[in-house]
């Protein structure tokens, strides 16, 4: 019996309008059918994507890297993937409370290539931002406008290497969305008798 694909999230790094020139999200929706992701759907904006893959998440990323660098797109285009679970597990911990309702667009979510990425560093940092560990991400009021902000994103990126950020909504949506997916499955899949 044939098992049925995992269901990913693909966040998309240094993605914006340059690379929409050479890959916009249609067109990485078709490339992706073609590298073997089932159902592949993009969401909220630019960038992210939810699809089935036959393969663990390592594997769906070296998948998807490889696809990104046939459209020309630099090395700084690099894809995160996580299993919806990930986010929903953020989401259901919501160390932002009002921040998350209020004024999401001063939030961010912090998504990291490393598997275990080192946050030692935070204990010294002193800055007016409210940052929370969970489950190897950093969730964060910035309790204001992101763009003065811009020592603590440095030091995201120096002290724990790849990632790529989204705001609590953005994220918030596509769980949403990941639950939505899966219980559409769930329903067709009983619906033609599957297991």
Same mark, same amino acid.
């Given at each position: 019996?044939?098992?049925?694909? =995992?269901?990913?999230?693909?966040?998309?790094?240094?993605?914006?309008?340059?690379?929409?020139?050479?890959?916009?999200?249609? &067109?990485?929706?078709?490339?992706?059918?073609?590298?073997?992701?089932? $159902? %592949?759907?993009?969401?909220? *904006? @630019? +960038?992210?994507?939810?699809?089935?893959?036959?393969? =663990?998440?390592?594997?769906?990323?070296?998948?998807?890297?490889?696809?990104?660098?046939? #459209?020309?797109? +630099?090395?700084?285009?690099?894809?995160?993937?996580?299993?919806? /679970?990930?986010?929903?597990?953020?989401?259901?911990?919501?160390?932002?409370?009002?921040? $998350?309702?209020?004024? =999401? *667009?001063? @939030?961010?979510?912090? #998504?990291? &290539?490393? /598997?275990?990425?080192? #946050? =030692?560093?935070?204990? &010294?940092?002193? +800055? %007016?931002?409210?940052?929370?560990?969970?489950?190897?991400?950093?969730?964060?009021?910035?309790?204001?406008?992101?763009?003065?902000?811009?020592?603590?994103?440095?030091?995201?990126?120096?002290?724990?290497?790849? *990632? @790529?950020?989204?705001?609590?909504?953005?994220?918030?949506?596509?769980?949403?969305?990941?639950?939505?997916?899966? *219980?559409?499955?769930? /329903?067709?899949?009983? /619906?033609?008798? +599957? %297991?």
């Amino acid at each position: 019996m044939a098992t049925k694909p =995992s269901t990913y999230v693909i966040l998309l790094r240094a993605i914006g309008p340059v690379t929409h020139r050479l890959m916009s999200m249609a &067109a990485w929706r078709e490339a992706s059918a073609v590298a073997g992701f089932e $159902a %592949p759907e993009t969401l909220v *904006n @630019t +960038g992210n994507m939810i699809a089935g893959f036959d393969g =663990s998440a390592i594997r769906a990323s070296l998948v998807m890297a490889d696809l990104l660098q046939g #459209f020309g797109l +630099g090395e700084n285009v690099v894809p995160i993937v996580r299993k919806p /679970s990930v986010l929903q597990r953020l989401i259901k911990a919501d160390p932002i409370g009002e921040a $998350a309702i209020n004024r =999401s *667009n001063q @939030t961010g979510v912090y #998504f990291f &290539a490393a /598997s275990k990425p080192d #946050f =030692s560093w935070l204990a &010294a940092y002193d +800055g %007016p931002e409210a940052v929370h560990v969970v489950q190897d991400h950093l969730v964060i009021d910035f309790r204001g406008d992101v763009a003065q902000s811009g020592r603590l994103i440095r030091l995201i990126d120096k002290q724990c290497g790849v *990632n @790529t950020a989204r705001n609590w909504n953005s994220v918030r949506r596509i769980a949403e969305r990941c639950g939505m997916r899966d *219980n559409s499955m769930r /329903s067709a899949s009983r /619906s033609t008798g +599957g %297991p």
